[in-house]
């Protein structure tokens, strides 16, 4: 079955970097747009970022522009968040999507991950 797994989330001290990795497995993710979001306990899930598949252009909510960097790697079929600079604020579940298209709009991504949790704190 498709399936996309995340990892490489953590706890790091404030000012520190991870970098998550979403896989993919029986899809290519070069053909789709990948989104990362995130949901922190009470909050609603917000869209961090997105890459293309058409033209790898990408998507930075404001909160973390300058901050994280996502890329991919499709001879790898896996997609990165490099998140530096990391802020309490940060600390979230993090997922990955699949869909269409680069777009912050959850409701349009098909496929999901089941999510890394990211914790800020010294």
């Known amino acids: 079955q498709v399936q996309l797994v995340e990892s490489g989330g953590g706890l790091v001290q404030p000012g520190g970097s991870l970098r998550l990795s979403c896989a993919a497995s029986r899809f290519t993710l070069g053909y789709y747009g990948i989104g990362w979001f995130r949901q922190a306990p009470g909050k609603e899930r917000e869209g961090v970022s997105c890459i293309s598949s058409s033209d790898g252009s990408t998507y930075y909510a404001d909160s973390v522009k300058g901050r994280f960097t996502i890329s991919r790697d499709n001879a790898k079929n896996t997609v990165y968040l490099q998140m530096n600079s990391l802020k309490p604020e940060d600390a979230a579940v993090y997922y990955c999507?699949?869909?269409?298209?680069?777009?912050?709009?959850?409701?349009?991504?098909?496929?999901w991950g089941q999510g890394t949790q990211v914790t800020v704190s010294s």
């Open positions: 999507a699949a869909g269409e298209k680069c777009t912050v709009r959850a409701a349009l991504y098909h496929y």
